[in-house]
C-alpha cells in the first residue's frame, strides 16, 4: 500500500502565512524522510485558514526543497485557470523536476461563490459545464502540433502525469472513460466513496497512461500516542470546518481554544456527522480504520491529510500511521 501526504498548508491561530508555508516545506522533508510517496498541495481561496492558494508557486518551492518525493497537486481547480497557463506552469515544473511532477485537475472552484466570480472574472465563467473539453485542450498543450497556433511553449516534452480528482460520480466516470488515475476526497464526501470506486472501475477504459484502474483516496487521518490525545488534537479541524459552515472561516484554533468552545447539542451531532468517517485515534486505532477503508475500497493509494495546530503534533501523526504501512 502506497502512502501518501495532501497538505493545505494550514494557517494557525497563533501565526501567519508565512509560518503555514515554512511548515509546508518542513512537513515535505519530513515525510520525504518517512518514505512517503507523493506530496500534493490544494487550491484554496479566500480562506484564513488555508495558506496554498498559489499552487503551483508552492509545489514548485516544495520541489526545489525535496529530492526524491513526488510534489503534485491536489489539485488545481481548472475552471478557475486558461487551460494554456496551467499547461504552461506544470510544464515548466515538470522541465525543473523531471519525474518528480504530479498534475491533479479538479472542477470545484476551491471556494464560495463571491471569490471565485473574483478569480474567474465572469459570471458566465461560473459554469464549469466544458470541464472536458478544457482537459482536453489541455492535454494537448503537452503534444507537438505544427498546425496549432497557441503553444504553450515549456509544456511540450514535458508532460507530468495526469489524475483526476473528485467528490463524486461525475468525475469518476471521466477517470474511467479517459484511463486516468481517480483520486477520490473521501476526506470530505464518505458517503459517495464506495458509488465513486465502483462506477470508475466500471467506466474505466485501458489508455495509453493505464491499463488497470487506479484509485487513490484522500483520507483524514489523526494519530497519536493515545485515542485521547489523537481526539483533542482533532478539536481544531472541527471547531474550523464549523465556523466555515457559518459563514465566518477562521484560522486553525488552538487545541485548547476548541476545547473552551461553547458547542451546542446541534454542533456536536453536525461534527459527528461530518468526521465521523475521519480516523482519529492511537496507532491501533488507526491501523483498523485503514485496514477496513482499504477493505471497504480495493483502494491501490491511500493520501492522508492530517490538520492539527501544531507542527511537531502533526509530523508525529505522519510518523505514527508510517510505522503502520511497515
Known amino acids: 500500500m502506497q502512502l501518501s501526504v495532501l497538505d493545505l498548508s494550514p494557517i494557525p491561530s497563533d501565526g501567519d502565512a508565512g509560518t503555514a508555508l515554512r511548515n509546508t516545506i518542513d512537513l515535505a522533508q519530513q515525510t520525504e524522510r518517512l518514505g512517503y510517496h507523493r506530496f500534493w498541495v490544494a487550491e484554496h481561496h ?30 488545481i481547480m481548472l475552471p478557475n485557470h486558461a487551460p494554456l497557463i496551467v499547461a504552461e506552469q506544470f510544464g515548466m515544473l515538470e522541465a525543473f523536476h523531471p519525474g518528480r511532477i504530479d498534475l491533479g485537475i479538479g ?25 472536458p473539453q478544457q482537459l482536453s485542450e489541455l492535454i494537448s498543450y503537452f503534444e507537438e502540433d505544427p498546425a496549432r497556433l497557441v503553444n ?25 472513460a479517459l484511463g486516468l488515475p481517480f483520486a477520490f476526497a473521501h476526506h470530505f464526501s464518505a458517503q459517495n466513496t464506495l458509488p465513486a470506486a465502483r462506477l470508475y472501475r466500471e467506466s474505466f477504459r485501458p489508455s495509453e497512461t493505464l491499463r488497470e484502474p487506479y484509485l487513490m483516496l484522500g483520507a483524514a487521518v489523526i494519530a497519536a500516542d493515545t485515542d485521547e490525545r489523537a481526539q483533542y ?23 485548547e481554544e476548541a476545547a473552551e468552545y461553547p458547542y451546542t447539542d446541534l454542533d456536536r451531532q453536525f461534527l459527528q456527522e461530518r468526521f465521523g468517517s475521519n480516523i482519529i485515534g492511537s496507532p491501533e486505532t488507526v491501523r483498523k480504520g485503514l485496514d477496513q477503508l482499504i477493505s471497504d475500497t480495493g483502494a491501490d493509494e491511500i493520501m492522508v491529510t492530517t490538520m492539527v495546530h501544531g507542527q511537531a503534533d502533526r509530523v508525529h501523526s505522519y510518523e505514527l500511521v508510517k510505522e503502520l504501512a511497515k
Do not use: C, Y
Open 46 to 75: 479566500n480562506m484564513p485558514g488555508i495558506a496554498s492558494s498559489a499552487t503551483a508557486v508552492l509545489i514548485g518551492h516544495v520541489a526545489q526543497a525535496t529530492k526524491t518525493i513526488r510534489v503534485g497537486s491536489g489539485g
Open 233 to 255: 488534537l482533532a478539536g481544531p479541524s472541527g471547531l474550523t470546518f464549523l465556523s466555515l459552515r457559518r459563514g465566518r472561516p477562521i484560522p486553525l484554533p488552538t487545541p
Open 152 to 176: 504553450a511553449v515549456p509544456a511540450v516534452g514535458n508532460k507530468p502525469p495526469f489524475w483526476l480528482l473528485g467528490s463524486s460520480g461525475f468525475s469518476a466516470q471521466l477517470a474511467g
Open 107 to 131: 472542477r470545484a472552484p476551491g471556494t464560495d461563490q463571491r471569490t471565485a466570480l473574483a478569480v474567474r472574472g465572469s459570471m458566465a465563467a461560473l459554469n464549469a459545464e466544458d470541464f
